[in-house]
């Protein structure tokens, strides 16, 4: 983490704090403090002519401690200059995610995306009301906020020696014991309250708006390389996000369990029929695939991943990842089950799971995607059936974008942000 902006007592306070209490307590780690330098510099030799004084708002500690990048400006700027400069434009996303709002860009350098930056026309706030505010707001004071009224008060800024918050930052400042941070303020701090919090708490999580963006293709198409770039991409900019990874077979628990069972009493060959199919066997062969036995079989294993993305789904915050979704359940389900009338299982998926906002196909030649995983259990056979899959799934799921999956992940990562930003505004 980076101290370049921070005093000694600064640092003194975060060499007593765990680094694995840093993220909850919003210290920075390294790679993100940079971005976030890097956003402030653009930022400010961007709207140079239009920024307020004193209108690039940060951190009291520095750019580098700023979730976001507030600029407070003399006139608004038009929308076209922002785009010129290669921002994009997530007032739709975050909006999206609950995050109302209006002047919200995510600054990019180059293909690289750094930050929010939050533009707003008037004078900048007060810097102690500031922090105090965000402390209210979040209901707890980290040693983010702690370092802020610290370096304020030391900058000469007078604090309300009233305020809870400014209490205890003092408190902490003159040795006191840095395990309870964050700590509780205001009406979070009423023990009485605390169960009806929680109760209120998972309400609120099963009912809060969530963006769903699905990264689909064969495997070794660079799905799972290219959701976790965009991961770390939206974590670095400040836009909450998870990753879900799930397909049908995955995680099926006792029904895994009731299936090698049934194996054993059938005396069926006990490997994964999925081995068999990816050294080229057709489904018809495979006695799990065909049959009574094998819709039935195939129709559990169907209802076990909706339930499994649902509850993935509902879990999850902000902006969710998927890495497989609706496209490759479905080209699974006729690769995998292909002996079989799958209608019925499709009909399910496609009600059942989780609706997205876009989705993006890796297009990959069969020989590249082969070469890219050459132990796995697919064959070269088996990835072009695959890849057929795919495309007949793709002819009844219209709007999908399709990524050429031999470009660098960096330029497909932000050709996905572009799409986004220009999806949202559309």
């Not at 939050?118 to 209210?136: E, Q, S």
Request: proline share 7%.
């Amino acid at each position: 983490m980076t101290t370049a902006s921070t005093g000694p007592q600064a640092r003194l306070l975060l060499s007593r704090l765990p680094s694995a209490r840093h993220e909850v307590n919003g210290v920075p780690p390294e790679d993100r403090a940079r971005a976030r330098e890097r956003a402030a510099a653009i930022v400010a030799g961007e709207l140079r002519d239009v920024l307020a004084p004193g209108g690039l708002s940060v951190s009291p500690l520095g750019a580098a401690w700023s979730t976001d990048i507030d600029a407070y400006l003399l006139r608004a700027v038009s929308p076209e200059r922002l785009h010129g400069a290669g921002w994009l434009a997530f007032d739709g996303v975050l909006e999206r995610i609950g995050s109302p709002g209006r002047g919200r860009w995510l600054v990019m350098d180059g293909d690289d995306p750094l930050v929010i930056a939050d533009l707003h026309v008037g004078p900048p706030p007060d810097p102690v009301t500031a922090v105090l505010r965000r402390v209210r707001r979040r209901g707890e004071l980290r040693l983010r906020e702690v370092l802020e009224l610290l370096a304020l008060r030391d900058a000469g800024h007078l604090l309300p020696a009233e305020d809870r918050a400014v209490r205890l930052a003092l408190e902490l400042s003159d040795g006191a014991d840095l395990a309870g941070l964050p700590a509780a303020v205001g009406s979070r701090a009423q023990p009485q309250l605390a169960r009806g919090r929680r109760i209120a708490g998972r309400v609120r999580r099963s009912r809060r708006p969530r963006l769903g963006i699905a990264i689909s293709g064969v495997d070794g198409a660079g799905k799972s390389t290219l959701a976790q770039m965009l991961l770390d991409d939206l974590a670095r900019s400040g836009v909450p996000c998870e990753r879900v990874w799930t397909r049908p077979g995955l995680r099926i628990g006792a029904l895994g369990r009731v299936g090698k069972m049934v194996k054993r009493v059938i005396r069926d060959d006990p490997a994964p029929a999925v081995q068999r199919l990816g050294k080229g066997d057709a489904p018809a062969t495979v006695r799990s695939r065909r049959g009574v036995m094998g819709w039935g079989w195939s129709f559990l294993v169907t209802c076990s991943f909706v339930i499994d993305v649902r509850r993935r789904h509902l879990a999850g915050r902000g902006i969710l990842l998927y890495d497989r979704h609706l496209l490759d359940a479905l080209a699974t389900l006729r690769f995998a089950y292909g002996g079989i009338d799958t209608r019925l299982h499709e009909a399910v998926v496609r009600r059942l799971v989780p609706k997205v906002f876009a989705t993006f196909y890796l297009d990959l030649p069969a020989e590249v995607a082969q070469e890219r995983k050459p132990d796995e259990v697919f064959g070269a056979c088996a990835v072009t059936h695959q890849l057929e899959t795919y495309a007949s799934a793709l002819l009844t799921l219209p709007g999908v974008h399709a990524l050429d999956a031999l470009r660098p992940p960096r330029t497909l990562a932000s050709e996905v942000l572009r799409a986004l930003a220009q999806k949202q505004a559309a």
